[in-house]
């Protein structure tokens, strides 16, 4: 069964930075797409970023290119989400994904973590 355990979220003024962690575990991932996804408060979940597990390949939303960075440490099976430069905008429930396809709709992805919280104040 696969699990994904997200932590890193808090409280951060705008300007601030924090870093998101995405612990998977229950498989091998070598042939997933790792995402980052957020809700902000009452709108819909939006994709952020995403990363090939095989490939390193990476993908942003236009919002958070140049802001966001992901990246993955495959000895310890994590995914991370480094946010500099974060926006009150940015406030929302983040949450990491895996999927075997390559999209960035939501709907298509199976396997989701519990989500963290991320709060940026102006």
């Known amino acids: 069964q696969v699990q994904l355990v997200e932590s890193g979220g808090g409280l951060v003024q705008a300007g601030g930075s924090l870093r998101l962690s995405c612990a998977a575990s229950g498989r091998t991932f070598s042939s997933y797409l790792m995402a980052w996804f957020r809700q902000p408060p009452g709108k819909e979940r939006e994709f952020v970023a995403a990363i090939s597990w095989s490939s390193g390949t990476r993908y942003y939303a236009d919002s958070v290119k140049g802001r966001f960075t992901v990246s993955k440490d495959n000895a310890k099976n994590t995914v991370y989400l480094q946010m500099i430069s974060l926006k009150p905008e940015d406030t929302a429930v983040y949450y990491c994904?895996?999927?075997?396809?390559?999209?960035?709709?939501?709907?298509?992805?199976?396997?989701w973590g519990q989500g963290t919280q991320v709060t940026v104040s102006s």
């Open positions: 994904a895996a999927s075997k396809g390559t999209t960035t709709n939501p709907s298509y992805y199976n396997n």
